[in-house]
């Protein structure tokens, strides 16, 4: 087709499952996503046609998929700075930028900003030796500065002597060490937003998301029992760092919910998030369609629920336990749950990692039915078990 | 990743937007489409990387496809008879099968077979003669017995001399010609039913399609103001010609209702139709996600509304009055009506040509409203003109 007829192309890096579900988003709006992977049956790579090999570092391969794209953004935040800068300066429009995506990059500089934007999070150090780090009431929690991800890059050491123990350690690799004060939360809140270059916001619901090792396995949409003005707090805080950061595109804000009734600001992410994935089905925008129309400029769409609640459960590799193939174990879900919403991403289902997640719609009154046939439907998938008493 | 972890392989025969839209369903499944397309920037061959180039007639490209396919369908009705049926002594699972397809490939075939069925439909006659023309009172519509497709290979005469120099014409290109009674009806309807090769049918509610120009433009689902009664029948009725005939995947049932409240069948289509796209974000279960779980053989998903009302208005190509862009128009409209649903085709905007589709839910009440939102929508985003008052 003539160049002027065809839509915009926007190139996604990371070929990951948020850019293959990007993929599927990119498609209604008129071109599919150009994506850079490293092979070429990442997720991504295994649906999109327009692929550029090349790892997150590698500002050739960057340049080469930049060409032709009205946007360069990313399904994850490894791409060094340095190479964003360079981006930047050969006049590609990255978004987020590289200004934004630092603090998404380097977990001190993020804490030193939302201290200096008054945001509520909890008390931290930066540690530069083992025998100087706190030990408040609480305990601490350890984290990498950079690098990272879904639980990896953290530590919870038991005893101040654990600490010590950890952060020489840390300090040996060559690693800057940060000290979080241990946070007794109620629970844990997801408030996901998304924001054009232009500034225009759109706020999710806030939702409930559920840990376990470490990794956000549930999410319930929206949070239930969350007193109205928390929540407000909570989308006008996300709102407020999405502004002042000058991020472009999804923005998930993790927080802890106090027993007293406080939130705290606990991680940033600048990409479509796993507490997002309930929007596919969720919501009136996904947030795969609204991160490309924000980093294509173009008004962002109604954030609203299109049920009283949704709840996302995420499929876990491992090994079935009755021997079925994945496949079987799909047949049999679907004569079960007709209304679950299935969502493979194409990964070997190795133990512990993320290979899916199920959605399911329902009435606000339903709220645990339907948050307990989600999750069963995950275990099943995940494990093949207890998709009835029986099994 | 291991093959015995691969979720299963279809292929569809055909590179359209309806092949462009199953391959996202397939995306979620946990495998893309493969397509048979006959040029690489076909809407679905723009999409997705599995693309086997050829016609639909091609033997052996429908075989290079069919490998490591756990079955083959259609986003067209275009593939021979005998073409289906070398695929089939294969021992490919073709779905639906040629037994099936033929009656909507012939519309005399189909017009015999529904009367075997008791089906209520117009009459009909073949024509050999032009002499013989047939006339009753309210005159006839004239049909190539195949090859008709949305608009083309239909006649509507004004007068019997005309009807006759009509069917001249084609008796002489060589065409099996059909005179169907002309219906007057009060207007037209779909029944979309998916049905799986273990028998298992799933109805959509019956819609209500608008033509223009002899093209579905308009969906309204569910049907306003259909009697219970009517919209029961008419579903059984697709339920009763998809069981009787062996069809697996999508049918739609495409439908006259008459002024004293009778329903008589007008074509059948057996894929993922027009009239189904309101599907994909009015329904907890899109017509292409359907069509595969039914070629797949996995038990259906459910095919309840998820609004009040939904409503589909197609986008068909031609000059913008303003000289705008798509991306400029696309840009235009989502900051009017930030809830419509875009579904482009990336197809060149040819006069008269569907490019695209918009959807929008909302409460029954709203019908009218909703309705008149997603035809603006798909007025501007076709023609540049009518987003407001003053344009």
Request: aromatic share 4%.
């Amino acid at each position: 087709m003539t160049s002027s007829e065809q839509s915009p192309l926007v190139a996604m890096v990371g070929g990951g499952q948020l850019a293959r579900m990007t993929h599927q988003a990119a498609i209604a709006l008129g071109r599919g996503l150009r994506v850079v992977a490293e092979h070429p049956d990442d997720p991504a790579a295994q649906v999109s046609p327009d692929v550029v090999l090349g790892k997150a570092d590698d500002l050739e391969a960057l340049r080469r998929a930049a060409r032709g794209a009205v946007a360069v953004t990313f399904d994850h935040e490894h791409v060094p700075q340095a190479v964003l800068r360079a981006l930047e300066a050969d006049g590609v429009a990255v978004h987020p930028p590289s200004s934004a995506l630092r603090f998404a990059q380097d977990k001190l500089a993020m804490r030193e900003r939302l201290v200096e934007l008054g945001a509520p999070a909890p008390g931290f150090w930066r540690v530069v030796d083992p025998e100087q780090c706190p030990w408040p009431d609480g305990g601490v929690v350890l984290k990498t500065a950079s690098g990272g991800y879904d639980g990896r890059g953290v530590w919870f050491p038991q005893s101040q002597d654990e600490a010590q123990e950890v952060v020489a350690q840390l300090l040996e690799a060559g690693q800057d060490v940060l000290a979080e004060e241990k946070v007794v939360a109620k629970r844990e809140l997801s408030a996901l937003v998304a924001r054009s270059p232009l500034g225009q916001v759109a706020a999710w619901p806030v939702v409930e998301t559920v840990q376990e090792n470490g990794m956000c396995v549930v999410v319930v949409a929206p949070a239930q029992g969350l007193p109205p003005g928390l929540a407000a707090a909570a989308q006008e805080l996300a709102i407020k760092i999405a502004t002042e950061l000058g991020v472009v595109g999804v923005l998930a804000v993790e927080l802890f919910e106090t027993e007293d009734g406080r939130i705290l600001v606990n991680e940033l992410a600048m990409r479509p998030h796993n507490s997002g994935h309930w929007t596919m089905d969720g919501s009136t925008t996904s947030q795969f369609e609204q991160h490309l129309r924000a980093v294509l400029d173009y008004p962002l769409g109604d954030p609203g629920l299109t049920a009283g609640v949704v709840v996302m459960a995420n499929i876990v590799g491992g090994v079935a336990a009755n021997g079925m193939s994945m496949d079987e174990r799909v047949h049999h879900l679907m004569a079960r749950s007709p209304r679950v919403k299935v969502h493979l991403y194409g990964k070997e289902p190795r133990p512990g990692r993320k290979i899916g997640h199920v959605n399911l719609l329902g009435a606000a009154a339903d709220a645990p039915a339907v948050r307990a046939e989600a999750e069963q439907a995950a275990r099943w998938l995940s494990s093949g078990t207890g998709l009835s008493g029986g099994e």
